[in-house]
């Protein structure tokens, strides 16, 4: 496992593909301040002081959706966009398992969802996934078929 190393290295956040054993993957549906418009999102956030990436996507999905994964896969980084040193570290999140919620204030009223790995793309191919879901997804159908 490549394990990305969150402070001093530009990797600033994460996203992660929960990839279930019925083919399906989890994306959050969210109100997300200040236009409190609703969002869908896959799983990941902010990494807490002396986090590696992967401890915090482990994190975030738990928060986010009560799952945990056996099984981690780096899929690797991307760039938020160009003459900026931030990237988003991308895993792919497997073996999961349920257990309960542990939603954060700001993550009160998220809804998890579970899609197709098909539905999913199609919406990123659509523009409706934020924060790096749609390179996330490509990768991890990428890695899927190997």
């Known amino acids: 496992m ?3 190393a969150l402070q001093g290295t530009g990797v600033h956040a994460t996203v992660v593909v929960a990839h279930d054993t019925d083919g399906c993957v989890a994306v959050l549906r969210a109100r997300i301040p200040p236009s409190d418009s609703t969002h869908l999102l896959l799983p990941g956030g ?3 002081p002396g986090e590696t990436a992967e401890d915090c996507a482990r994190r975030e999905l738990r928060e986010g959706t009560g799952v945990g994964a056996g099984e981690w896969r780096a899929l690797g980084s991307h760039a938020i ?6 990237r988003l570290a991308l895993f792919l999140a497997q073996d999961l398992s349920a257990g309960p919620y542990e939603l954060t204030p700001a993550e009160e009223g998220y809804t998890v969802m579970w899609w197709s790995l098909q539905e999913a793309i199609e919406a990123a191919a659509e523009g409706r996934l934020l924060a790096g879901g749609s390179l996330a ?3 991890a159908e990428r890695a899927l078929r190997r």
């Open 46 to 48: 902010l990494p807490k």
């Open 2 to 4: 490549t394990n990305f």
């Open 137 to 139: 997804l490509l990768l």
């Open 81 to 86: 966009s160009l003459g900026s040193p931030a």
